[in-house]
């Protein structure tokens, strides 16, 4: 996979406790492309239908394999991951007709302004 740089800050904090229970309708996964920079995320189950989060999960399985112990796993900068979660949380028509490329130039494009 290739390595994308993304502008801003991360406003995302890591969670210490792995353990803290998951709102219902919710799952956790563990999103960065970094080892030592992941951080663990809830996001609403029913995402992980949509197109784009499937083609991310396509390309992680890919790079590190589909076999592994814990939650979820996304290798994907966390910016780009927020902003994904964003459009499908606002309901962004626009969510359901993009691409990655077209996610990616989207975000690069919100990062220039």
């Not at 999103?31 to 499937?54: K, Q």
């Not at 589909?66 to 459009?87: K, N, P, V």
Request: aromatic content about 10%; hydrophobic content about 40%.
């Amino acid at each position: 996979m290739r390595k994308l740089v993304w502008c801003g800050k991360s406003s995302v904090s890591r969670r210490s406790s792995k353990a803290e229970a998951v709102p219902e309708g919710h799952i956790r996964v563990v999103v960065g492309e970094v080892e030592t920079e992941l951080v663990f995320l809830e996001m609403e189950a029913n995402y992980l239908n949509h197109p784009l989060l499937e083609k991310l999960l396509s390309l992680t399985g890919e790079e590190y394999g589909y076999s592994y112990e814990g939650a979820l796993r996304i290798a994907c900068d966390i910016r780009l991951f927020q902003y994904l979660l964003h459009l499908l949380s606002t309901g962004n028509p626009s969510a359901h007709y993009m691409d990655l490329s077209d996610l990616i130039s989207n975000f690069n494009f919100q990062c220039s302004n």
